[in-house]
C-alpha cells in the first residue's frame, strides 16, 4: 500500500490549502484514514480522522472549525482543507490509512501505512 501526499506550501497566515492524499495498492474504502502532523522538534499529532464510509469524522481540538477531512472512495484519495491558517500550523503533514475500523489510534502507533508527508509553512 502506498500514500502519496501533496498540496502543501507556503501560505500567508490566515489562508488556506487543500492536501491530498492518494492511496494505491490497496482497497481504500477498507482503510480509515487519518492525517497527523509534526512540527521540528515536536512530537507528532494527531489532526482528524474520517472512517472507510466518509460518514464519521474525528478531529483533534486545535483543529476543529478550521480543517475539514472528507474523502471520494472512487479516487483512492483524501483531503484535508485546512483554512485561518496560523503559524502554528507549520508542520509536515502525513496521511495514514488504517486497517482497525473501531479504535482511533490519536498517537498513530499501530497504523500500518504512512505516505512521506507534505510540508506547510505559514507566514505571519
Known amino acids: 500500500v502506498q500514500l502519496q501526499a501533496s498540496g502543501g506550501g507556503l501560505v500567508q497566515a490566515g489562508g488556506s490549502l487543500r492536501l491530498s492524499c492518494e492511496v494505491s495498492?490497496?482497497?481504500?474504502?477498507?482503510?480509515?484514514m487519518y492525517w497527523f502532523r509534526q512540527a521540528p522538534g515536536k512530537e507528532r499529532q494527531f489532526v482528524a480522522r474520517?472512517?472507510?464510509?466518509?460518514?464519521?469524522?474525528h478531529s483533534s481540538d486545535s483543529v476543529k472549525g478550521r480543517f475539514t477531512m472528507s474523502r471520494d472512495n472512487a479516487e483512492n484519495t483524501v483531503y484535508l482543507q485546512i483554512s485561518s491558517l496560523k503559524p502554528e500550523d507549520t508542520a509536515v503533514y502525513y496521511c495514514?490509512?488504517?486497517?482497525?475500523?473501531?479504535?482511533?489510534?490519536?498517537?498513530?502507533?499501530?497504523?500500518?501505512?504512512w505516505g512521506k508527508g507534505t510540508q506547510v509553512t505559514v507566514s505571519s
Open positions: 474520517i472512517n472507510q464510509s466518509g460518514v464519521s469524522t
Open positions: 495514514a490509512a488504517d486497517t482497525s475500523l473501531l479504535v482511533v489510534r490519536r498517537s498513530g502507533s499501530g497504523i500500518p501505512y
Open positions: 495498492g490497496g482497497t481504500f474504502s477498507n482503510y480509515a
